[in-house]
């Protein structure tokens, strides 16, 4: 087990390709093969972090998402964002969301506060 930073794209797949069986039976790792594991993906992590960057997605985007995703109505984020007006005027981008209006969602949606905060 040869553990290296990985500082090149080579370096990254190579690491990609030495962690790969361990995922198929992660359940029945033993202590040095777990440590090795969770060391290795730590350090991909670190690597796509570096060289791989995400854009947030959009907050209005991801409420409608996961509005989709649960299919909730509008009538379902009144008690979370307000009135049925409040809520169309949100989904349509006419209107801001306020800090209280972000906690509700993140509390109830389960949309990380990150992203939501970009709409201030």
């Keep these: 087990m040869n553990i290296k930073p990985i500082r090149t ?24 093969e777990l440590d090795y594991f ?23 985007q991801a409420i409608k998402f996961r509005m989709e995703q649960e299919e909730l109505t509008i009538k379902d984020l009144e008690p979370i964002i307000g009135k049925t007006n409040r ?20 509390k109830n949606l389960g949309i990380g506060a990150d992203v939501l905060i970009q709409a201030i």
């Design 9 to 32: 794209e080579q370096d990254y797949k190579q690491a990609l390709k030495a962690i790969e069986p361990y995922f198929d039976k992660e359940e029945e790792l033993t202590g040095n």
């Design 38 to 60: 969770e060391v290795m993906i730590t350090l991909i992590e670190n690597y796509e972090s570096k060289h791989y960057h995400v854009d947030l997605p959009d907050p209005i």
């Design 87 to 106: 809520v169309y005027e949100i989904l349509n981008k006419k209107r801001p969301l306020s800090l209280n209006m972000i906690r509700n969602i993140h």
